[in-house]
C-alpha cells in the first residue's frame, strides 16, 4: 500500500522491510506444522488374538457390557499399569481417533481374574469417554505452546542472518522479535488455562471410569485390586532395583515375575497381612499407617 500511494525507493524499501517482519512472524506461527515428534514405543510389546484368545475374550466381554469400541491395538507393558492411549497428531483433532489398550505384566501378576476385569473395566471407561478427544486437542495445543516457546534454535539463526543483510532490515526483525515476546506471553496465560481446566477434567473423567468399573465388575474387586497397588508396584521396584544392582556381576533373571510375588507376599507377612486367594489383602489402614505425608493443597 506504501508503494502504490507514492512508488520511490523509500516507500519500496519500507514496504519490503515490513513485508520481512510480516514473513518471519507467520514463519514462527506456522513452524510448529513441521516439527515432528517421535514417540518411543519400544517398551510395548504387541499381542494378538491368537497369541492370547482368553485375555481378548474378557476385553471383548467388557467391550459389550461397557458398550464401547474394541481397542485399535493392545500392547503388554512390564510395569504394575494399565492405561489407554492413542496416536495423537495435529490431524486427530478433527478425525476420530482409536483408542490403544496397554496392560502390565506386573499388574496382571498381582491380581485375581475379577480384580483385573474391574481394572480393565476402568480403563474400558476411558474407552466410552467422548471428552477423551479434548485430551487430543490438549496434547496437540501443548506441543504448539512448547514448540513456539523453546524450539527456537533454527528459527533464530535464519533470523540473525536476515537481520545480517543490513542495520536496517536488523530493525524490522528487532520489531518483529517485540511482536513474537508479546505472542510466547500470551502463550504462557493460555496454557495455564488450558492445563488447569484439563486437569480439572481429566478429575471428572477418572470418577466416571471409576463408576463404570463398578458397574461392570462391582465395586469390591476395584477397591480391593487399587489398595494393593502400591504394594505390587514396590514389589516389583524393589527386584528391578535388585538386578539393577548385579548388572557389573552378569547375574540376570530369567523371569522376574515370581520373584516380585515372592517379595509381595514377604512384605505382606512382615506386616501381618491377611492372604486371600494367595493374593494380600491391603487394608485403608495399613496404607494410611505409611502414609507420612504433610502437603494439604487446599484449592485442587
Not at 502504490?4 to 520481512?20: D, E, F, H, K, Q
Amino acid at each position: 500500500m506504501f508503494i502504490a500511494l507514492r512508488p520511490s525507493i523509500i516507500t519500496v524499501m519500507l514496504g519490503l522491510g515490513i513485508i520481512s517482519m510480516g514473513v518471519l512472524i507467520i514463519i514462527f506461527l506456522l513452524k510448529f506444522i513441521f516439527a515432528k515428534h517421535k514417540v518411543d514405543r519400544s517398551h510395548l510389546i504387541e499381542i494378538s488374538r491368537t497369541q492370547e484368545p482368553r485375555l481378548f475374550e474378557l476385553i471383548g466381554e467388557i467391550v459389550e457390557e461397557v458398550e464401547t469400541n474394541f481397542p485399535k491395538k493392545v500392547y503388554l507393558s512390564a510395569d504394575v499399569n494399565a492405561a489407554v492411549f492413542y496416536d495423537s497428531s495435529f490431524w486427530s483433532m478433527f478425525f476420530p481417533i482409536k483408542k490403544n489398550l496397554q496392560i502390565g505384566v506386573g499388574l496382571i501378576n498381582a491380581v485375581s481374574v475379577s480384580e483385573f476385569k474391574a481394572i480393565l473395566a476402568h480403563e474400558f471407561g476411558h474407552f466410552s469417554q467422548r471428552t477423551m478427544k479434548v485430551g487430543s486437542y490438549v496434547y496437540n495445543v501443548n506441543q504448539i505452546i512448547y514448540s513456539l516457546l523453546h524450539e527456537n534454535r533454527s528459527y533464530n539463526s535464519m533470523a540473525q542472518q536476515w537481520a545480517s543483510i543490513s542495520g536496517y532490515f536488523a530493525i524490522f526483525v528487532n520489531i518483529a522479535v517485540v511482536f513474537i515476546k508479546g505472542i510466547q506471553w500470551i502463550l504462557k496465560q493460555v496454557y495455564d488455562v488450558v492445563n488447569l481446566n484439563y486437569m480439572r477434567l481429566s478429575r471428572e473423567m477418572e470418577f466416571h471410569a471409576d463408576e463404570v468399573a463398578a458397574n461392570v465388575a462391582g465395586s469390591k474387586p476395584l477397591i480391593t485390586s487399587l489398595l494393593r497397588l502400591d504394594l505390587a508396584n514396590h514389589s516389583y521396584q524393589i527386584v528391578l532395583n535388585y538386578y539393577g544392582n548385579k548388572v557389573a556381576e552378569n547375574i540376570r533373571a530369567s523371569n522376574i515375575y515370581p520373584q516380585q510375588r515372592y517379595v509381595m507376599e514377604f512384605l505382606a507377612r512382615k506386616s501381618n497381612l491377611p492372604v486371600e486367594n494367595n493374593l494380600p489383602q491391603v487394608t485403608l489402614d495399613h496404607l494410611n499407617r505409611y502414609n507420612k505425608s504433610r502437603l494439604v493443597i487446599k484449592d485442587q
